[in-house]
């Protein structure tokens, strides 16, 4: 059993930057990949960004270059820092965490943290 606690979101302005963290808890030894998905109203859920215990990076491609994965293997926690935040960034964001790779529906999962971009 893996607990993923996630934490800063908020409300930001375009152009704005915020950074989330993820801890996990429980059986962690087992987890390879922990990554973000993020869900916006009336869309699908998509992988925003991944990492793997060695640290490999996966983005998606509307984000690189503007956010940053990051993990701390000790504390057991994934970190997203977003900067230059657009409308189209906001979503529910959710940490995921598997023992192999990351498809969107398997793992473990956090409650979520709600990311609003608004003038």
């Known amino acids: 059993q893996v607990q993923l606690v996630e934490s800063g979101g908020g409300l930001v302005q375009p152009g704005g930057s915020l950074r989330l963290s993820c801890t996990a808890s429980g059986s962690v030894f087992g987890i390879y990949v922990m990554g973000w998905y993020r869900q916006a109203p009336g869309k699908q859920r998509e992988l925003v960004a991944s990492?793997?215990?060695?640290?490999?990076?996966l983005y998606n491609g509307s984000v690189k270059g503007r956010f940053t994965i990051a993990r701390d293997n000790a504390k057991n926690t994934v970190y997203l820092e977003m900067n230059s935040l657009k409308s189209e960034d906001a979503a529910v964001y959710y940490c995921n965490a598997d023992g192999t790779y990351l498809d969107g529906k398997r793992g473990s999962w956090g409650q979520g943290t709600q990311v609003t971009v608004s003038s």
């Open positions: 990492i793997t215990a060695g640290h490999s990076t």
